[in-house]
């Protein structure tokens, strides 16, 4: 059990981290209360717990802001900063498997936390670098061609960027790991993270296209769009996909303790 020292620390940690980066505008002043509930559930466990937390919002603001001519073009309208409810919806699955670890220290609950980081980043950076510059963009509905910048298009180099900052997560979970900062994580279990958090990224790509996104209302025309079925919604749901076939795969392979 955290001393109260400890979770007071870690709260004035979090608040001003939260506060450096609602300055810099990355966030808005409504998601400081979700930046710290969604801390703080991760990092009652160990400090190091809220480093695989930082390493998906840091990265992430920092290409949401890196901006090319062709980039504002085609996503002039959409806001930077990141707001309660988008944190709460990319976050919200990773704090709940980090308390349930609290409670019950059962290792699946850690590897869950890490597969749920895992989905939002590899969807986070394959958005904002597949569209710095033109690519052409297919959807996964027949592979058809679609106008870049629409949910649910995909690209090659955002793909590939994508990849590339997956491996960089997982690099820098190995290391905290290897290090004993992080509770240990085999090799096998690495390969199934692998592959849950890059479906769960593909399937926020299949529920794009369901997404209603008044930009590109007759890029979709001939499949019904579902009302509530917005990009938050989405991420969650992709998160949810992601940590779910991580379980499955899991009780396959290990049955329940």
């Known amino acids: 059990m955290p001393s109260t020292y400890y979770i007071f620390s870690i709260s004035i940690l979090i608040f001003t981290v ?7 505008k990355w966030i808005t002043l ?4 979700a930046l710290w509930l969604i801390g703080l559930a991760s990092g009652i ?3 190091f717990w809220l480093f695989p937390l930082g390493y998906f919002l840091l990265t992430g603001s920092l290409l949401t802001k890196l901006q090319t001519d062709y980039k504002k073009r085609i996503k002039s309208k959409e806001k930077s900063a990141r707001n309660w409810k988008q944190l709460s919806a990319n976050g919200f699955l990773a704090a709940v498997s980090a308390f349930l670890y609290f409670l019950l220290h059962e290792p699946v609950y850690y590897y869950i936390y890490i597969t749920a ?3 939002n980043l590899f969807d986070t950076w394959c958005a904002e670098t597949g569209t710095l510059f033109p690519a052409k963009t297919y959807s996964l509905y027949k592979l058809k061609v679609v106008p870049q910048g629409v949910s649910g298009g995909i690209t ?11 491996l960089g ?6 290391i905290l790991s290897w290090l004993g900062w992080l509770p240990p994580i085999a090799g096998q279990i690495y390969g199934l993270i692998s592959i849950s958090g890059i479906l769960g990224g593909f399937f926020d790509s299949f529920l794009g296209i369901f997404e209603n996104e008044k930009d590109f209302e007759g890029v979709y025309r001939h499949i019904q769009k579902i009302a509530w079925l917005q990009n938050n919604m989405v991420n969650f749901l992709s998160s949810v996909f992601g940590c779910l076939i991580f379980f499955i795969f899991y009780l396959y392979l290990y049955g329940i303790a």
Do not use: P
């Not at 090659?156 to 997956?166: C, D, E, R, V």
């Open 18 to 24: 939260g506060w450096s980066i609602y300055k810099l």
């Open 117 to 119: 980081i895992a989905v």
């Open 169 to 174: 997560y997982l690099m820098m979970v190995y």
């Open 30 to 33: 409504d998601a400081l209360a």
């Open 45 to 47: 466990n160990g400090f």
């Open 156 to 166: 090659l180099g955002g793909t590939l960027g994508g990849y590339i900052g997956f």
